[in-house]
């Protein structure tokens, strides 16, 4: 199953709470498209969100999101670790 | 010790080989500052490289990455997770 690591902007001054009801939203839905949101990560200063997450397509991982409630274009497949 | 996320432009069609040298060439030198690096993503298709650190401060990373010869300033500090 393919990785991607996604990312949003607008999260500033998000808190720890806040951002568990969002993660909890995507957890809630993702079987329906085979994803798995395993991490995220969040600068509340700059606002930026970090997602890693496992599914079938980058194309998934983008339709939870939006039907989340937070939609992102910026997901990449990370087929290459170390 | 903070966690940072920090993300790379540029790398497009590099290999596991290649990015396990870049890494490599960090893990090298993060003592100096502190720094270490954990874990880092590429999707080759987009160039795009993403780093999950802990260390002092961001401008350690950030120096750790110059010195290693894969300079970046985007660099974020990512106190909440989930």
Do not use: N
């Amino acid at each position: 199953m393919p990785t991607f690591i996604d990312v949003h902007d607008g999260f500033v001054g998000v808190t720890q709470e806040q951002l568990a009801e969002a993660h909890q939203a995507d957890l809630d839905i993702e079987a329906s498209e085979g994803v798995h949101f395993e991490k995220a990560w969040l600068d509340p200063e700059s606002g930026k969100v970090f997602c890693l997450s496992s599914g079938p397509s980058r194309e998934a991982v983008m339709r939870i999101h939006e039907r989340a409630g937070h939609a992102t274009d910026q997901v990449y497949e990370v087929p290459v670790q170390v």
